[in-house]
């Protein structure tokens, strides 16, 4: 048997991190849950030794594709620039209205 056929393949890669990570986390907090209340077995802690960092959360998705409709990007309408430039149209629209009514 060669080497490739002992370790297992998973077929969600991320995922299977993701869980083994979150495993190794909640397995090193309940084991300093456990010790917090003995001062020396805390001094002695001997934490699990995992292959994940376990001050780490697990790695973000990643991003999808935008909705339908929906541009994706910066929003640069959002951006003071633009809510200023937004306002001042939206004055000036208002004025030539007034104009156009009292005419």
């Not at 802690?45 to 541009?71: E, N, Y």
Request: proline share 6%.
């Amino acid at each position: 048997m060669t080497r490739a056929m002992d370790t297992p393949f998973f077929e969600d890669a991320q995922g299977h991190r993701r869980q083994t990570s979150r495993s190794t986390r909640h397995a090193v907090r309940s084991h300093l849950h456990v010790a917090q209340h003995d001062e020396e077995s805390l001094d002695e802690a001997v934490l699990p030794v995992v292959a994940h960092d376990v001050g780490r959360k697990a790695s973000p998705k990643p991003k999808q594709a935008p909705a339908p409709g929906h541009r994706g990007g910066f929003k640069v309408w959002k951006t003071s620039f633009w809510k200023r430039r937004s306002r001042l149209w939206a004055e000036r629209n208002a004025a030539t209205r007034a104009i156009a009514e009292n005419e």
